[in-house]
């Protein structure tokens, strides 16, 4: 298995590498997709950053049917997705739930999207994977994204 040669798992469907320039292949991107599909949340994610502190954090995330984000903020960081395989659907949202967009996101047209800091959003998977790269600012903490539910 690629995914544990690679990256050693730090949470429960999160695992980070074990040195930043592992390689990334479609052999471990059906790896992650596969890890999503086992698990109650419908979510794995590869850190390609090898820790938590790590000022740079670049991740690959791997959804599976079902699957739709809690709606969140960042509000200390802007976040860049970059979707590799399937097709998503990302909303921004005002404090008050109320809808602002809807962006399709999909790998026939991988086009980046930018998320400024302190933006209501989410993400729903509507095709059977959906598998995308996040770039943020580290270091991670648990006050990193607020939930609007919390």
């Not at 298995?1 to 999160?14: D, E, F, G, Y």
């Not at 959003?121 to 580290?138: A, D, N, P, Q, T």
């Amino acid at each position: 298995m690629i995914l544990t040669r690679i990256a050693k798992k730090s949470l429960p469907n999160v695992f980070h590498a074990v040195s930043w320039g592992q390689p990334i292949t479609y052999e471990l991107i059906e790896e992650l997709i596969c890890e999503a599909k086992k698990n109650l949340q419908n979510k794995a994610r590869l850190c390609l950053h090898p820790s938590p502190e790590s000022v740079q954090q670049v991740t690959l995330l791997a959804f599976a049917l079902p699957y739709e984000d809690k709606i969140h903020k960042h509000p200390g960081h802007t976040e860049i997705i970059l979707p590799i395989l399937g097709r998503a659907i990302y909303t921004t949202f005002n404090e008050n739930r109320e809808v602002l967009n809807h962006t399709s996101m999909s790998s026939a047209e991988p086009f980046p999207l930018s998320t400024p800091n302190n933006l209501w959003h989410s993400v729903r998977v509507v095709s059977e994977f959906f598998v995308m790269l996040e770039i943020g600012k580290g270091p991670f903490r648990p006050e990193s994204t607020i939930r609007l539910d919390d």
